[in-house]
């Protein structure tokens, strides 16, 4: 690799790894807003609020990849181009294939790691979220439970507590209200303890009082206590249906069914589209030194939304049988990278250096 191809190769690696982290830090805010509002809503505990952000981040990785590539190599190559560079490289010799090589050694680790995180890496982070959802919900305690809020009971009843000390799992004001059948109850207490080890739903209340009455009876009995073991009761667990995405790559690859082999297919496909984007963002980026770079930039995100609504529009092909099954979704994104490499080796470039050759500095 000569010093062009390096520093090639340099400034569009840092426009886009500049570009991936602040999609990403835009990402990380709506993320963040979402994993509170699951805190909110009891969906999961406190302590598991940062996990799940980390197993988010992963999916808006795969997702963000792809278009940071995309607009950071226009971004770079314009720039480039509307400093003159461009000029100067061609003048010095520096082919279409020299610059298409360079930009590859970008290219290829990302495609490995956006292999990774599509094949194996953002299943395995759907399967523990919808773990971690679950799991809160076949456990209510007082790491699930958000101070301040009443919160319904399986089998009917609310629990509220006033405050919560997540650290030693203790809790001040509670006050809990269960009925059935047979018996109807309302337990307050001034604080209290998670039980750990014993059970997940066991909370041992300390100072309060228990109401109790049964039937349709107005008399009520009632007790004081300084300790009281209690055991909430647990939701239902209802298992979901386990969606294809998230199925590990070797049972989807044991089974033989069209869905299946559309998934295969498809995360195949959003690896590859990085090297699609690569030839596509080589002749978008071609322009006059007079002309404005951020119209590009529209231009770019244009296509990327029209390559992107071409993509799902093949995988629904495929999935209803309108494609035959050996063509499968990479038909679309070789066509796409076949056509912008020959618009990039073609005419556009020996006309721009006919007119490098009458310029004068």
């Known amino acids: 690799m000569n010093r062009l191809q390096r520093y090639l190769l340099v400034e569009s690696a840092r426009t886009v790894l500049l570009l991936l982290l602040i999609l990403l830090a835009v990402a990380m805010s709506t993320l963040l807003a979402d994993a509170l509002a699951q805190v909110a809503r009891g969906r999961i505990g406190p302590d598991q609020m940062l996990f799940m952000m980390g197993l988010n981040t992963l999916e808006a990785t795969r997702e963000l990849l792809p278009l940071s590539l995309f607009l950071g190599l226009v971004l770079a190559l314009t720039r480039m181009a509307q400093d003159r560079e461009w000029v100067v490289m061609q003048c010095s010799g520096f082919s279409p294939l020299q610059a298409l090589g360079a930009l590859s050694g970008l290219v290829a680790p990302l495609f490995l790691l956006l292999l990774l995180l599509s094949l194996w890496v953002v299943p395995w982070a759907d399967r523990m979220s919808d773990k971690l959802v679950q799991d809160a919900r076949t456990r209510m305690g007082v790491s699930t439970l958000q101070p301040g809020r009443f919160r319904a009971l399986p089998g009917g009843g609310v629990i509220y507590l006033g405050a919560v000390e997540m650290g030693a799992h203790r809790f001040r004001d509670a006050f809990i209200y269960r009925h059935n059948a047979e018996t109807e109850q309302l337990i307050t207490a001034r604080s209290g303890v998670e039980k750990q080890g014993a059970g997940q739903n066991e909370i041992v209340l300390e100072q309060g009082w228990h109401l109790e009455r049964q039937g349709n009876s107005l ?65 978008l980026s071609r322009l006059s030194p007079r002309t404005g770079r951020y119209g590009r930039i529209a231009m770019a995100l244009l296509l990327y939304v029209f390559y992107a609504n071409l993509a799902g529009m093949a995988r629904l092909w495929f999935e209803r049988g309108v494609t035959p099954a050996w063509m499968g979704l990479e038909w679309l994104h070789l066509l796409v990278a076949l056509l912008s490499l020959a618009f990039w080796l073609g005419v556009p470039w020996k006309r721009s250096g006919a007119r490098v050759t009458g310029v004068t500095t």
């Open 219 to 283: 008399a009520w009995k009632r007790m004081h206590f300084d300790k009281n073991r209690l055991f909430l009761p647990a939701p239902e667990s209802r298992a979901r249906p386990t969606e294809l995405e998230n199925v590990p790559l070797d049972e989807l690859m044991q089974r033989q069914d069209q869905e299946a082999r559309v998934e295969v297919r498809a995360r195949l496909a959003a690896s590859w589209s990085v090297w699609v984007l690569l030839v596509l963002a080589l002749p």
